[in-house]
């Protein structure tokens, strides 16, 4: 019995892998709360680490903006439906580089 009990717990640690456990991101927390929250309201959208994507847009307008990596939206670059932004160069690129 022992050994299968050690048996089952090596073989449970292989399935797993060597995923750890995270705290969720600020990213991660709003979105879950927005999800959570009224319908039709801005949920945000994270990267796979958990990070705000440069480029965030409503489904429910459809404007899209850019924000910094913490979130905050960056001022004058809200653009309409079917506008194309450039929140990755500025990702890539902060202001200081300027406009393309």
């Not at 449970?12 to 709003?30: H, M, N, Q, V, Y």
């Not at 850019?66 to 990702?91: D, F, M, S, W």
């Amino acid at each position: 019995m022992a050994i299968f009990t050690i048996i089952l717990l090596v073989s449970t640690a292989f399935a797993l892998g060597d995923a750890t456990i995270r705290p969720k991101t600020p990213c991660e927390r709003a979105r879950d709360a927005a999800l959570n929250g009224p319908i039709g309201a801005f949920i945000p959208t994270c990267d796979a680490a958990g990070q705000y994507t440069p480029e965030q847009c409503s489904g429910s307008t459809g404007y899209c903006w850019c924000v910094t990596r913490t979130g905050q939206k960056i001022p004058g670059t809200e653009t309409p439906p079917g506008t194309a932004t450039n929140c990755y160069h500025l990702a890539i690129c902060p202001p200081i580089c300027g406009p393309r």
